[in-house]
């Protein structure tokens, strides 16, 4: 188009050391892979080589993450009185706490 909405930089100069950016100012910003069953991957390097932080699994259609993740705000699963069973594991073999929808607990 025209417009300068979406910019790709790179900046060496960058605060910090060098950094690329993907920047969006009109409009919905969408990251789309058309290829059949096949995945959107993010790596970065964690100081041992490179390493896959999560991606979105086209083939099994799940959001996978390979590293732990901090959430800092509140999680919702599901829509008020549409919910889902939700299993959370531990470091113990085979043992996990289960909130089961349909007996709501």
Known sequence: GTTTGLVITHNPNNI???????????GDLYIRNSADNEDIKFWADDG???????RLDGGDGEVVFSRAVQIDSTVTVGVNDTGYDVKFFGDT???YLLWDASADK
Do not use: P, R
């Not at 910090?16 to 009109?26: E, H, L, P, Q, T």
């Not at 041992?48 to 932080?53: H, Q, V, W």
């Open 48 to 54: 041992s080589g490179l390493a896959e932080y999560f």
């Open 16 to 26: 910090g050391g060098a950094a690329s950016f993907i920047s969006n100012s009109v």
């Open 93 to 95: 073999a085979s043992k």
